[in-house]
């Protein structure tokens, strides 16, 4: 049964940091994509950023890029999420989500993923 237990969530002031971490067990790690989504209230969910632990080749959304970073551990089956220079946009509860099933080249599809945690809330105060 595919596990991803996320911590790290919590409110900061704005221009702040937190790290966001998903442990994932259950399914084969190192052959596929692991990623952060986030839904604000009243949002649909987006993509944030996501490696591919076969290759870790990453990608991000225009709107985090160059303030997150997203990081493996596979030797913990861990994921990180870096997230500096916090906006009060950023608000929103933050889901780890894999794709769990085949092994996976290349950048990730946002379309890809099957299994989701259940969620970490992040607020960013202005």
């Known amino acids: 049964q595919v596990h991803l237990v996320e911590s790290g969530g919590g409110s900061v002031q704005a221009g702040g940091s937190l790290r966001l971490s998903c442990e994932a067990s259950?399914?084969?790690?190192?052959?596929?994509?692991i990623g952060w989504f986030r839904q604000a209230p009243g949002e649909l969910r987006e993509g944030v950023a996501a490696?591919?632990?076969?290759?870790?080749?990453?990608v991000y959304t225009a709107s985090v890029r160059g303030r997150f970073t997203i990081s493996q551990d596979k030797s913990k089956n861990t994921v990180y999420l870096q997230m500096n220079s916090l906006q009060p946009e950023d608000t929103a509860t933050y889901y780890c989500?894999?794709?769990?099933?085949?092994?996976?080249?290349?950048?990730?599809?946002?379309?890809?993923?099957?299994?989701w945690g259940q969620g970490t809330l992040v607020s960013v105060s202005s």
């Open positions: 989500s894999a794709r769990t099933s085949g092994t996976h080249y290349g950048p990730c599809d946002w379309n890809l993923f099957t299994a």
């Open positions: 259950g399914y084969s790690y190192g052959k596929n994509c």
């Open positions: 490696v591919n632990a076969n290759d870790d080749s990453t």
